[in-house]
């Protein structure tokens, strides 16, 4: 399958992420840190797949690259250049899902399902995560 689609998720905790793949082999990363007042960076730029499940995101104006490793059809983890994934224990702050978007007037709402594994039980409920961009 296409890698083309948007992507979002909380990286490291505290930086929400929304990441579009577009056909044409752009990009498009917002990253709102938490942290820091919500500050927000967002990048453009193309991107490759190499090797078959490796993304690699070029940023002209730093000359910068960063991978993803592709996990399966709505489900990317980000990894060193290298191509090492991080530890077992941390992986879950390191993955974007394929999501869908909504749109309302002046807004996009970007929903994606993530799974929370229950203390209690192996089964896992599937919720919905939302972002809102706004138009300025």
Not at 17 to 37: C, D, P, S, V, W
């Amino acid at each position: 399958d296409s890698v083309v689609g948007t992507y979002c998720g909380v990286l490291q905790t505290d930086v929400e992420t929304i990441l579009t793949l577009n056909i044409n082999g752009t990009y498009l990363l917002i990253r709102t840190y938490k942290e820091e007042q919500n500050e927000q960076e967002k990048l453009r730029g193309t991107f490759q797949v190499l090797d078959g499940n490796i993304l690699m995101f070029i940023h002209p104006s730093s000359g910068d690259n960063i991978f993803y490793k592709v996990r399966d059809d709505n489900n990317i983890i980000l990894i060193d250049s290298f191509g090492n994934e991080p530890k077992k224990e941390d992986r879950k702050n390191y993955i974007l899902k394929k999501g869908f978007i909504l749109c309302e007037l002046n807004t996009i709402i970007i929903a994606t399902p993530y799974h929370q594994e229950s203390d209690e039980s192996h089964c896992q409920k599937v919720n919905l995560c939302f972002h809102k961009l706004l138009f300025l």
